[in-house]
């Protein structure tokens, strides 16, 4: 069972800099989703997407963050000139169309000095 | 998607049964009822989801009333590893499957 994973699991960063993460699905699953989850709080969804097209975004996901599902495979999350807002976990997830349960991944803390 | 409402918090004993109340009175005939987990500092893990009829599986067992405006998730017999935040999401199967998780219910199983 390999999971959804997440690279790399923590990221300590400071203010401005731009920060990269990747998500690897389950390999059949055509849909992955990113979430963000701050302290005391339950996830939030920020874009979704089906095979490589991205479907559906959050006005959560502000124009310093952008994400990409190249061939459809893995993602990825950047964001650019990081704020100290942005310190969260950032939650992958996966799942097929119409199917039951979505898969989470352990997700990558971030941490904006 | 329907919004719902839970319990903040929790308690139950180990080997007891837990049950965790979920209300969502504006429920729509398309939509579902999804139950997650997160146990801390991991990702939210998938437990149960139904529509109209009870459900159960080797985690937990969903009972949905019969105008489906309420659930509850029962886990048979908890255990400490059961402790963690309980989410009650109501979702439409069609379209972008995205969750709204809300605040959840904190359950902690007591030794």
């Known amino acids: 069972d390999t999971g959804v994973s997440q690279n790399p699991r923590h990221k300590i960063t400071k203010r401005g800099q731009n920060v990269t993460f990747r998500c690897d699905p389950i390999?059949?699953?055509?849909?992955l989703y990113w979430y963000r989850q701050t302290l005391g709080q339950g996830p939030e969804f920020l874009t979704y997407f089906q095979n490589e097209a991205q479907l559906e975004k959050s006005r959560l996901l502000s124009d310093r963050f952008s994400a990409e599902r190249p061939k459809g495979s893995f993602s990825t999350l950047e964001i650019q000139r990081t704020e100290q807002g942005d310190s969260a976990m950032y939650l992958c997830?996966?799942?097929?169309?119409?199917?039951?349960?979505?898969?989470f991944g352990p997700g990558t803390r971030l941490t904006v000095l | 998607d329907a919004k719902t409402t839970q319990p903040t918090s929790m308690d139950c004993a180990e080997g007891r049964a837990a049950n965790l109340p979920c209300n969502h009175s504006?429920?729509?005939?398309?939509?579902?009822v999804y139950w997650y987990r997160q146990i801390h500092s991991q990702g939210p893990q998938y437990i149960i989801h139904?529509?109209?009829n009870n459900e159960t599986n080797e985690m937990a067992s969903l009972i949905i009333t019969e105008d489906r405006k309420s659930s509850t998730l029962i886990l048979p017999h908890a255990t400490l590893r059961d402790t963690a935040v309980y989410y009650c999401?109501?979702?439409?199967?069609?379209?972008?499957?995205?969750?709204?998780f809300g605040t959840g219910t904190r359950l902690t199983v007591i030794p």
């Open positions: 999401i109501v979702m439409g199967q069609t379209g972008a499957n995205n969750l709204f």
């Open positions: 139904g529509l109209k």
């Open positions: 504006t429920i729509s005939g398309n939509e579902y």
């Open positions: 997830a996966s799942s097929l169309e119409y199917a039951g349960g979505t898969s």
């Open positions: 390999s059949e699953h055509n849909r």
